[in-house]
């Protein structure tokens, strides 16, 4: 039975079962190192697409981060998730410092989906269409806070993890991304609640 990436991105797994496989996968279970990638690629994907141009960069820097990650596997300790970001994060720091030119936005890019039957497609490429260039216009890391927070879903104490900061740091990464995302919203027309 083929699993859906996108069911695993909406935590079908539990925190034990995702550990039994990351060890299954350390110790070169080809079943394990399957669920492990299909269970990591919507996660990189989705944190690499809101970062990038296009979506091809997306899913070619997500591929090689799952790369890079497969082959360090068996040195990985400590926060899994922490290291999978961090993966991924060198990997746009790469990628950029290639290119050399800061992220902007292409609306031409906006339109295409994400691999996640589990929304609606018409209110997927809406959010994409609002939120993409709004969160071109946040900090780094208020992007990766809101990213990880309200896209992907993650509590205040893993995103803290994975970004290497306190608690009460990335509450206020997210109070003050929040904060710059509600006047860009004002300021493009959109009614804002509080």
């Known amino acids: 039975m083929k699993r859906n990436p996108s069911l695993l991105l909406k935590k079908e797994i539990g925190d ?16 394990a190192l399957e669920r492990l990638a299909e269970y ?10 809101y970062r990038v141009h296009h979506t091809e960069d997306a899913e070619d820097l997500t591929s090689e ?16 998730h922490a290291w999978m970001y961090k993966i991924a994060s060198n990997a746009l720091i790469d990628f950029y410092r ?4 800061r992220s902007e936005i292409s609306l031409s890019e906006m339109t295409r989906a994400i691999p996640d039957t ?4 018409s209110k997927q490429i809406l959010l994409r269409k609002n939120l993409k260039p709004a969160l071109a216009a946040l900090t780094e890391e208020q992007r990766q806070v809101i990213i990880l927070k309200f896209i992907q879903e993650h509590e205040n104490e893993e995103i803290a993890k994975i970004m290497g900061k306190s608690i009460g740091a990335v509450k206020l990464l997210q109070f003050r991304a929040l904060k710059s995302l509600r006047k860009y919203f004002e300021r493009k027309g959109y009614e804002t609640k509080d």
């Open 65 to 80: 981060v799952i790369v890079k990650m497969i082959k360090a596997l068996k040195k990985q300790h400590g926060h899994f």
């Open 118 to 121: 589990s929304v609606n497609f």
């Open 98 to 101: 290639k290119r050399a030119v």
């Open 40 to 49: 990591v690629y919507p996660r990189i994907f989705s944190y690499i697409y």
């Open 16 to 31: 034990d079962e995702v550990a039994k496989i990351i060890e299954g996968a350390k110790h070169d279970d080809a079943e």
